[in-house]
């Protein structure tokens, strides 16, 4: 990859106020992220509020928006995602599950110990943006939740 064209990726972030850009080209991966000041001033989970992803197709130099349907739940540290509170079990949430406020979405494990990650609203898991086993980010990305009052 040349530099002019890391330089342009960084142009892109800061003209469409993006946190994340990764490019994947052959041998080759790029990943630039900024942490927003209110996600650095929580120290509990953040929600953000409904986003539009850009991505790049490198090879066919064409862009695709992705809208996340909710509120995206973000990790409130590094760790380890763990979609179940074993391997055997069932995972807390699945897409479309619906949650209430205080349910567990799910686990990241942090310097040994299992810290539970629970909904901060009533609503429905439109998106699991991580996989079991992935390591996460401070400010990374989780679900989506899309608000509900009609969680019976």
């Not at 530099?3 to 990726?9: M, N």
């Not at 599950?97 to 609203?121: H, P, R, Y």
Request: with cysteine; net charge negative; hydrophobic share 40%.
């Amino acid at each position: 990859m040349k530099l002019q064209f890391i330089k342009d990726l960084a142009s892109l972030m800061e003209e469409k106020a993006l946190n994340l850009i990764e490019i994947k080209e052959e041998n080759t991966n790029i990943r630039r992220e900024r942490n927003t000041a209110a996600a650095a001033a929580n120290a509990g989970i953040t929600i953000a509020q409904q986003s539009v992803i850009e991505k790049v197709d490198v090879a066919n130099d064409t862009k695709i928006e992705i809208k996340n349907d909710g509120q995206a739940v973000l990790s409130p540290m590094v760790g380890v995602f763990y979609a179940a509170p074993s391997p055997e079990a069932a995972a807390y949430v699945a897409l479309e599950s619906k949650v209430k406020k205080g349910d567990v979405l799910c686990i990241i494990e942090a310097m040994k110990l299992m810290n539970e990650i629970t909904s901060e609203q009533d609503g429905t898991i439109t998106q699991i943006c991580i996989k079991n086993g992935d390591v996460v980010e401070f400010g990374q990305t989780l679900f989506y939740i899309k608000p509900g009052e009609d969680n019976e």
